[in-house]
């Protein structure tokens, strides 16, 4: 006996089975608009949409690569068909997980892990120029007598390099001399000053803000950093003085310390070679204002140096004026006041920023794109003689000494 199919099962069937496709098909067309829209997003985030015309390095180019790679392998993947777990899906899901792993260490570089970073600088300035009431000090002065006089339970201070010459006008204005010891203002650096201060080994520290590590080590310490801002300072950049280039964009830096630019003719010097991009230690001040100046955009490692010798033994400001094959390549960074006085280098500049030099009047005004508060930062809020301190760092008598220093008062 011969039995024949319905013909409404057949449709039926078909109907089903073109649904079933359909359905397949848009899911297909949403995970790819979607996998499209993560690329972009990221592509924007990382500033490639926008500055892929700055890229002329291989380094630079890597986390594009690898993006691009990472969405090429997961398409392919959408749109495969999967009935059976074929040789080309494996390859295909192999590719996107591989890619995805060199994806990470590309955006900051890190394909060098023996490059070297300036050690923490063995040849600083000589601070005894500027200690407490020491009668040749360089440190700045009231015309008379301060409005306090601290000579007991004495806030006991420490801090950044940079800003050791202004606390130690502080001292000198507002502690008692005969009262005073050495290791009552100390200055052991940024970093140490914020081990210090978690620790509750000092009272206050002037410091510009602390970076992510330092604000971690507080938390898990069970410490409260209270920061009061008590002046202004600019964040510099520094090149050799034969470099033609009297200023860069804050773009273009950007593009200098995420990796995207890595030779000085993109930037218009076409005799310049590539770029010597210094940076200073993890936990530094001056590190941090660079993350800081970065935004959350992934800051490249250093890359290697062509000679070793360039890397030298001496602060970054020194550093800045090295010579390769007849140029000054180097840029790096600083704090103006650490730069233009108390550490100067005669064979670098300070560049301006988008057209601003970095002036006490565009500090003040906020037309220098790097101007940022300083602080003095305690455990905790300020309490006894230590906030009596900073309500007279304050006032008009300790504005004015940050001033004569050479810093922007906050008003």
């Not at 924007?44 to 090429?72: H, K, R, S």
């Not at 520094?238 to 310390?257: A, C, E, F, H, R």
């Not at 305690?378 to 003689?385: A, H, K, V, Y």
């Amino acid at each position: 006996m011969i039995f024949f199919k319905s013909p409404i099962f057949n449709d039926n069937a078909i109907k089903e089975h073109g649904m079933k496709h359909g359905m397949k098909f848009v899911l297909r067309l949403f995970l790819t608009a979607g996998l499209a829209a993560i690329y972009v997003y990221a592509l924007c985030v990382l500033e490639y949409w926008n500055q892929f015309g700055a890229v002329d390095n291989i380094i630079g180019a890597a986390p594009f690569i690898f993006l691009t790679g990472i969405m090429i392998f997961l398409t392919a993947l959408t749109w495969k068909r999967h009935k059976n777990a074929s040789i080309s899906t494996i390859v295909l899901a192999t590719m996107s997980a591989i890619w995805a792993l060199l994806f990470i260490p590309s955006l900051t570089g890190n394909w060098y892990p023996l490059a070297k970073t300036p050690d923490p600088d063995p040849t600083s300035p000589d601070l005894a120029v500027y200690a407490p009431f020491s009668d040749d000090a360089r440190a700045a002065k009231l015309s008379g007598a301060a409005s306090i006089l601290i000579s007991e339970k004495l806030p006991v201070l420490d801090g950044a390099t940079a800003l050791y010459p202004v606390y130690a006008a502080f001292v000198s204005a507002a502690y008692e001399k005969d009262s005073c010891t050495p290791e009552i203002a100390l200055c052991t650096n940024t970093s140490n000053a914020y081990g210090r201060i978690i620790a509750g080994d000092c009272d206050i520290i002037f410091v510009a803000g602390a970076s992510k590590k330092q604000k971690q080590a507080a938390a898990a310490a069970g410490s409260e950093l209270v920061f009061t801002p008590i002046g202004k300072e600019a964040f510099v950049f520094l090149v050799g003085k034969s470099n033609p280039l009297d200023g860069l964009s804050y773009q273009q830096l950007k593009n200098i310390y995420s990796g995207k630019t890595a030779h000085w003719k993109t930037l218009g010097w076409s005799e310049g070679g590539r770029i010597i991009a210094f940076q200073r230690p993890e936990g530094s001040g001056s590190q941090t204002g660079l993350q800081n100046i970065m935004r959350g955009l992934p800051l490249q490692k250093p890359q290697p140096l062509p000679d070793d010798s360039l890397i030298g033994t001496g602060s970054m400001t020194k550093q800045i004026s090295v010579e390769w094959r007849g140029v000054q390549p180097a840029i790096g960074y600083s704090y103006r006041y650490y730069a233009a006085a108390m550490y100067m280098n005669p064979d670098a500049k300070i560049l301006a920023i988008d057209g601003v030099y970095p002036s006490n009047e565009t500090i003040a005004d906020g037309s220098y794109p790097f101007a940022d508060n300083f602080y003095a930062v305690t455990n905790g809020q300020p309490e006894g003689n230590a906030k009596l301190l900073i309500d007279w760092i304050l006032s008009d008598e300790g504005q004015y000494l940050i001033e004569q220093t050479g810093y922007a008062p906050l008003r």
